[in-house]
C-alpha cells in the first residue's frame, strides 16, 4: 500500500495501480484497500494528473461494492465521480455518504455542492444548511448557500 501511495503521488499511475492490485491479491478480504485507492487516486484526479480518472472510477466503484455501509467509501466514490463531472453519480454518493453520517459537515457541504451542480436546488439547500448549522463558521459553504438561495429567488439564507 505504501509502495501504491507512493508511486501515485510521483505521478507513476502505473506502477501505482500496479502495486494496489498486487495488495489487493495478497489481502483480497481487505475492504480497505479499495478504499486507499480510491481515496489516493482521487487525489491524484484532483491535481489533474492524466490517466488517473478511469482508475479511480473503477477502485471507488469497488470500495462501494466491498463497503456499502461506509459513509467513508461512499465519500470518496462521490468526490471521484464529481472529479470526472458526473454530477448524477456524485449527488446520489454523496447523498448516500450524508446519510449514513449527517453530523458530518463536510459531508453535507460536498452533497450540497453535488446537487447544486445536479439541478436540484432544494436537496442542495438542505445539504447546504445542515453542513453550515454543523460548521457555522465555514465561508464556502456560505457562499453556496448564498448561491443557491439566490438561484431559489431568496427563499432561504445564512
Known amino acids: 500500500l505504501l509502495s ?3 508511486a501515485a503521488m510521483r505521478g507513476e499511475i502505473t506502477a501505482s495501480l500496479d502495486a ?5 491479491a495478497l489481502r483480497p478480504w481487505d475492504a480497505d484497500i479499495a478504499l486507499i485507492a480510491t481515496e489516493t ?3 491524484v484526479v484532483e491535481v489533474g494528473l492524466a490517466g488517473a ?11 462501494v461494492v466491498q463497503l ?11 468526490m471521484v465521480a464529481s472529479l470526472r463531472g458526473d454530477d ?9 455518504a450524508a446519510e449514513l453520517s449527517p453530523a458530518d459537515p463536510r459531508i453535507h457541504h460536498e452533497a450540497g455542492v453535488a446537487a447544486l451542480r445536479a439541478g ?5 439547500r438542505v445539504h447546504l444548511e ?29
Not at 448524477?88 to 448516500?96: C, G, S, T
Not at 436540484?120 to 442542495?124: G, S
Request: charged share 20%.
Open 4 to 6: 501504491a501511495r507512493t
Open 130 to 158: 445542515r453542513a453550515l448549522a454543523l460548521a457555522p463558521d465555514s465561508q464556502p459553504t456560505a457562499s453556496a448557500l448564498r448561491d443557491v438561495c439566490a438561484r431559489l429567488g431568496g427563499a432561504c439564507g445564512p
Open 53 to 63: 480518472s478511469d482508475p479511480a472510477e473503477a477502485w471507488a466503484s469497488r470500495a
Open 41 to 43: 487516486l482521487g487525489g
Open 20 to 24: 494496489f492490485e498486487r495488495a489487493q
Open 68 to 78: 456499502p455501509a461506509s459513509s467513508r467509501a461512499l465519500f470518496a466514490a462521490g
Open 120 to 124: 436540484d436546488l432544494d436537496l442542495a
Open 88 to 96: 448524477a453519480a456524485a449527488e446520489d454518493l454523496l447523498a448516500r
